[in-house]
């Protein structure tokens, strides 16, 4: 049952939200939906690029088989379909007409029934759907359809801050690493933190590696990333012409072409008039 007030929801928000992981986050959300809503299963996809979706959290590998349909198809539940706060039905999925291809293909994987749910964050912004499927026809309600919209915000709030929180995450440790290897450089060359940092960042825009692979590198081996460039020619080899660019028969010719002496050594020309 889904009997479910302000309150519930609100502490429903806060469990998603304690998940230590996006994967977590995402996978309790589908578990309980699918719990709450009787349904065989559930899934999130999620919006990549304007032709991409990823199955984040599913309950059963022919929900991935069913996302991975739509994409190839380019047709489906969770493929541009559901706006922003806009629910979609398939009591009978054998004779919905939205999406025929896919529909006569889910179908035969064995679904019957689905109800999916747009995620929306800030501003309206759709990130991916929350879908639940059933083998079985089943009619739907206005308060299956209510409880799966007003549930689809809390889960997309709850998704939003944990990818927000790894996000943070990943900064505060790479600031970390950015720090400890500011100090390796200062110690060893005295430098002050402002030289240490410019020292990293310049490493890093020259040889086109990020900052903090560059960072993590020094204090794994305290050593810059080695970097294997082709040597630079110096201006006179850069100008002067390649010995082995000559023709055989041109180098032949020029050789034939200088007068000889009797042994074969260049002779002297004189210039001086007579």
Known sequence: MHDHDALDFAELAASLQAAPTPTETAEDIVRYVQGQLDANQAAICVIRSRKQIETIAATDPLVEQLDRLQAELGEGPCYGDAGPGQTLTASNLAADERWPTWAAKATDLGVASLLTTA??????????????WWTQRRGFTQDDIAFMAIFARHAALALSSSWSEAGLNTALDSRKLIGQAQGILMERHDLDETRAFEVLRRYSQDHNIKLRDVAAHLIETRQLPTITTPQLPTDRARHAPASDSIDPAERQQKVSSTPQRADGQPATIDNRSA
Do not use: N
């Not at 995620?119 to 639940?132: P, W």
């Open 119 to 132: 995620l929306t964050i800030a501003e309206g912004r759709r990130i991916g759907s929350i879908s639940t």
